[in-house]
C-alpha cells in the first residue's frame, strides 16, 4: 500500500493501554486505520517475550495500512519481529552498534538538550527526536522540557544536516498548531486515546488529529 504524507508519529504505549482498559493489538488496529506515518510500540514494563508477541501481532496490521513500525529500544527485537525500524533512548545501544547487527533498520534516537541532538546529528540516524516539549506524565523521571524554544533550535540544527525532527512529549490536541511548524514529525501517546476510552472510537479520533497536522 502507498504511504501517505502523515506528520503523525504515534506511540502505542502498551501501560497506557492497560491504564485505559484498552487492548494493545486492538488498539494499534484502530490507530493504523488512521494512517499515521510511523507506529512505534513502547512496552517499558514488558517482558522480552511479551513485546516481540504484540510485535509479530502489529507489524502485519501496520503494513496493510502502510504505516512504518518501529520498536522501542530493543533493536534484537526489531529484527525478529521484521519492523521497520527501532527507536533508540541516551542509555540504549549506540547507533553504531545496531547498524553493526541489523544493518537494514532505520534508526531514530531520543534528544534531551541541544548538545545531545548535535551528537545524535552528528551519527546521521534516519529521525532524531527532541523532547520533552512539555511536561509530560507518560515518561516516568522524564527529562526537564525544552519548551518550543527549544523545539526551535532543535529545527533549525536539524534542517541544516537535513535530517527529520520528531517533537515528543506532552503534546495535546490544543498545542498541535504550536508545535507543527517546528518538526518534521509529531510525537504523541497519551492523546491518542479519546476521552470516551472507546476502542471504537480511537481510529476517527487519530484521524482528527492528522488533520489536524495536515491543516
Known amino acids: 500500500m502507498t504511504r501517505i504524507d502523515s506528520k503523525l508519529y504515534a506511540i502505542v504505549d502498551v501501560d497506557t493501554c492497560r491504564a485505559k482498559n484498552l487492548a ?3 488498539f494499534a488496529q484502530a490507530v493504523c486505520e488512521a494512517r499515521p506515518r510511523y507506529l512505534q510500540l513502547r512496552a517499558k514494563h514488558a517482558t ?7 510485535l509479530d501481532a502489529i507489524v502485519p496490521i501496520a503494513q496493510r495500512h502502510g504505516v512504518l513500525t ?8 526489531a529484527l525478529f519481529a521484521r519492523t521497520d525500524g527501532v527507536h533508540v533512548g541516551q542509555q ?8 553493526s547487527i541489523a544493518p537494514a533498520l532505520r534508526i531514530g534516537i ?16 534516519d529521525y532524531v527526536a527532541i523532547g520533552p516539549i512539555f511536561a509530560t506524565t507518560s515518561k516516568a523521571n522524564a527529562d ?7 523545539l526551535v533550535v532543535a529545527a533549525r540544527l536539524a534542517r541544516a ?19 507543527a511548524p517546528h518538526a518534521d514529525y509529531i510525537a504523541m501517546i497519551g492523546a491518542l486515546v479519546p476521552n470516551s476510552c472507546r476502542i ?16
Not at 522480552?48 to 504484540?54: D, G, P, Q, V, Y
Not at 526537564?144 to 527549544?150: C, K
Request: no cysteine; charged share 20%.
Open 24 to 26: 494493545v493489538v486492538e
Open 48 to 54: 522480552a517475550r511479551e513485546t516481540l508477541e504484540l
Open 70 to 77: 518501529f520498536a522501542n529500544d530493543r533493536a534484537d527485537l
Open 92 to 99: 540504549d545501544l549506540p547507533i553504531a552498534q545496531v547498524r
Open 110 to 125: 531520543s534528544t534531551h538538550s541541544e548538545m545531545q541532538l548535535q551528537a545524535a546529528l552528528g551519527v546521521v540516524p
Open 144 to 150: 526537564s522540557p525544552v519548551g518550543i524554544s527549544g
Open 161 to 179: 544536516a537535513q535530517i527529520p525532527l520528531v517533537a515528543i512529549g506532552g503534546i495535546s490536541l490544543d498545542r498541535l498548531r504550536e508545535v
Open 200 to 215: 471504537n472510537d480511537v481510529a476517527a479520533h487519530v484521524a482528527r488529529i492528522s488533520a489536524e497536522l495536515a491543516g
